[in-house]
Each structure stands twice: as C-alpha cells, then as structure tokens.
C-alpha cells in the first residue's frame, strides 16, 4: 500500500504567518455591494421613508470603513475616505443615469428603466465598476478587486477596477467582455458580448505601462472584437466588426469587418446522417 505522506500542520502554519496580511470577508463584500446598488437606485420598498433611506447611508459607510480597517488603513484616515467615497456617490449616481438612459436609447429590448436595473447584467457591471473604480482612484487596490471579481462571478463581464470608462457606455447582452487595467473608453462607446480589450503580452516588466488599448468616443464594437496594445487607438466614431483581431491602431471613421468565407451546398439523401446522437 503506496505510504500516505504526513503534512506537518504548524509548518503549514507558519508558512501562512505573514505580517500585514489583509483578511476582508469577501461575503460580507459581496453583501454590501448589493445593497449599495439597491440604495443607489431605491430598489426597495423600504426606501420610500427618506428617514430609512438615511439610517441605511450610515450603516453602507459604516461597513465600508470597516473594509478600509481589514485593509491596514488608519481608522482617522478610514473615516475620511469613507465620507469622501459617499460624498461622491452623488457624482458617481448621476454618471450612471445617463448610462441607463443609453441603455433605455439605444436597446429596442429595454422598455423600463426598473427592468434594466433589475435584469440587465450590463448595467450592473457598469455600475459596480464605477464604484469599485472610485475607490482604486483612493490607493485601494484588493477591496475594489475583490468587487470587481463579485460582479464579473455573476454578470461574466471582467472589468478591472483601474479602467477608464467614459460617460453614456452601453453594454449590450455582455457575455465573455473583458476590460484590462490601463484601458481609456472614450464616452457614447457601445460593446457587445465577447469584445476584449487587452494586452499583447503579460510581461511583469510592462507593470507600469499602457498595456491596453484606447477606444475613442462614438466607437462601436461589435460581438468578439479582440483589439490589443497600449498603443492601438481606435479612432472616433469608428465601428470595428465582429470576431475582428486588432493590433494596431485605426484612424478616426473606420470601418474595420472581419472577411468570413460560408458556403452552402444542397447534400444528397445518400449524405444525410442517420441516428445521429451526441
């Protein structure tokens, strides 16, 4: 019998005993974003007492700068980030009307705007990026990671926290979109599922360097677009086709179309597959 290896539990342990460890409840996170998204936009019932509506902006900050605690922050300088987070919610609020009025604008599917804040995976990972964004700008880095990895676990949109996005952004359907790090969305850009905006390669020496590309406003990316580099600029008012692969960048009103072949042929009874099962 093939011996069982004995694992020494304190040498585990001690390998895990490092100083400055940040331990947040990514539960308690996922929670709270949630409920942040409810409060934003009135999502319940509740919140037609403005009096609730108020003690829920206390308990959201409070658990908020419980965050900023786990994560090794001061508690005087915790309490201020806290309230400069909230006191930009406004900001932040307004930012993301005008992007459900895109969504209202420009989906013929989307006939409400409560159904687009209840069933619309787009706009939740467009809301929950602009806020886990809001709080990268402050120096954090694993809080807003941690949410950005809530929303993409539930929409299956990948947008990192660091991401520029402009104003009036339309995700359409959403499936499979990734937005890298050092990415600059201009505003009034419409994406479609699959589209990912990345790096060309995955160097540590490119750290600290543009590694994304730049979409110009009025731009239009159709279903798995792949464009890739720090340097590629897709120009303004440009529409890049779908399943196109792009590495360089195109000037402004460009049409760029990936060229597929299909060809049809009527079979012979003969070729027709009989019990057929998968």
Known sequence: MEAVEHYNTRAIYRA????????????????????????????????ISYTIFQHKEVELRDVLKGFFLQ???????????SGLFFARLGVIHNTLLD?????????????????VLLAYPGFF????HRLAHELWKSGLQVLPRII????????????????????RFFIDHGTGIVIGETAVIGNDVKIY??????????????????????????????????????DTVVGTRSVIGGSVWLTASVPPDSQVFHKAENKTATRKKKDLVQNFSI
């Open 16 to 47: 895990n005993l490092v100083e400055n460890r940040i331990h947040l409840d990514t539960n308690k996170v996922r929670h709270w974003v949630d409920e942040l998204f409810a409060w934003l936009f009135c999502q319940k019932e509740q919140y």
């Open 71 to 81: 994560e090794r922050i001061p508690a005087t300088e915790a309490q201020t980030l």
């Open 99 to 115: 992007d459900l009025n895109a969504v209202l604008e420009f989906d013929p599917a989307a006939k409400s705007k409560d159904e």
């Open 125 to 128: 990972a467009l809301s929950v």
């Open 148 to 167: 950005s990895e809530y929303s993409h676990s539930k929409t299956g949109i990948d947008i990192h926290p660091a991401a520029n996005i402009g104003k």
């Open 193 to 230: 599922q699959g589209v990912t905006l990345g790096a060309l390669s995955v160097d540590r020496d490119h750290t600290f360097k543009k590694r994304h590309p730049t979409i110009e406003n009025n731009v239009i990316l159709y279903a798995n677009a792949t464009i890739l580099g720090g």
